[in-house]
């Protein structure tokens, strides 16, 4: 059974959204072998429409010379959670999932493959711990407050336990966690 995890970046006071605004300082090769690992795992990615959008119209154009995760990128295959969406670039390996999320993701998990990755993707990566669908959560959380920006559970998430399953502190001050869903 293929396992869907989270890389995510966060500032110290929660904030997931935008790292591209904040997480470049904290970027070294420490963050990068943690990166590196865990994409080795994976052949596949899960994004929500937003990100899909957004990274549809940034990577495709890059290559490992502008950018070292590119080739990984452009060449994973990109499972795609909308209800507004239409369709997706195939070309590009993008794959609209369709119907009820639940059925779709636990269908996923079940077809063959490695690990999929969920990366951005605040909803689904909250949608995908509320079915209890995630296996892992892994954060480097960066020693920045930016004081706004959307946080991983807004708007009254529901409850949800963790196990810690990993943490390190890097030379440049980022905390590595990694978690899994707790047995209910």
């Known amino acids: 059974m ?7 970046f966060m500032t110290l006071d929660g904030v997931l959204e935008s790292p591209d605004q904040w997480s470049t300082p904290y970027f070294n090769d420490e963050v990068g072998s943690i990166i590196g690992a865990n994409m080795a795992s994976s052949d596949a990615m899960l994004l929500g429409r937003v990100t899909y959008q957004e990274w549809q119209g940034y990577w495709p154009d890059k290559s490992a010379d502008d950018d070292p995760f590119a080739a990984f990128i452009n060449n994973a295959r990109k499972y795609v959670v909308s209800t507004t969406l239409d369709s997706v670039d195939e070309a590009w390996g993008a794959e609209l999932l369709r119907g009820d999320f639940r059925e779709a993701i636990t269908a996923l998990k079940e077809s063959e ?28 959380v960066s020693p920045v407050v930016v004081g706004k920006g959307r946080h991983l559970f807004e708007g009254g998430a529901e409850s949800a336990g963790l196990e810690l399953v990993d943490s390190k502190t890097l030379t440049n001050g980022v905390i590595s966690v990694s978690y899994r869903l707790a047995d209910a």
């Open 2 to 8: 293929r396992r869907i995890w989270a890389g995510e």
């Open 113 to 140: 493959g490695g690990d999929i990755i969920v990366n951005g993707c605040i909803s689904v990566l909250t949608s995908l711990i509320r079915e209890r669908l995630l296996d892992r959560l892994d954060l480097l």
